[in-house]
């Protein structure tokens, strides 16, 4: 297999890879305006400036399903996107992610922690229960 057939099988590998880009840029985007030390509700509020700029339809704080959870973003209808300030990731983090792709039935998560001095947003795959 060449390069050329490995890179395109990675792409197709890839769940709504041009509109997941688009989201982590516009997350890199608010880290560099907000810096490391904002809170979450401000973190949001600058990343739903971003999105009304380009025109991207969102829904924020969705309740899901009859648990009460609430998942800070979803991207058209198809990508969730949690938000964390806190020192370090857990696994509950990324478990919780993977319990909103369940209840909200999307196959994207993005995971991002602003306050570390680079982000770096995780992507979480749902894992379906009958796997």
């Known amino acids: 297999m060449d ?13 709504y890879p041009e509109l997941s880009y ?4 516009i997350l ?9 030390y904002a809170r979450e509700k401000q973190y949001g509020d600058e990343f739903e400036t971003q999105l ?3 025109d991207i339809s969102y829904k924020r704080e969705v309740v899901i399903g009859d648990s009460g959870n609430i998942l800070d ?3 058209k209808d198809k990508i969730a996107v949690e938000f964390k300030a806190k020192r370090i990731l857990t696994k509950e ?5 993977q319990r ?13 922690n602003f306050r570390n001095k680079y982000i770096k947003p995780v992507r979480i795959i749902r ?3 009958s796997d």
Not at 22 to 25: A, E, M, N
């Open 22 to 25: 688009t989201v982590t840029g």
């Open 52 to 54: 009304k700029r380009k």
């Open 100 to 112: 909103y792709l369940q209840e909200a039935r999307l196959k994207l998560g993005l995971l991002v």
């Open 3 to 15: 390069t050329n057939d490995t890179n395109n099988a990675n792409k197709a590998l890839l769940i």
């Open 73 to 75: 973003f979803v991207i």
């Open 127 to 129: 894992i379906d229960k």
């Open 28 to 36: 890199f985007s608010v880290h560099n305006v907000l810096g490391p």
């Open 93 to 97: 983090d990324y478990f919780k992610v």
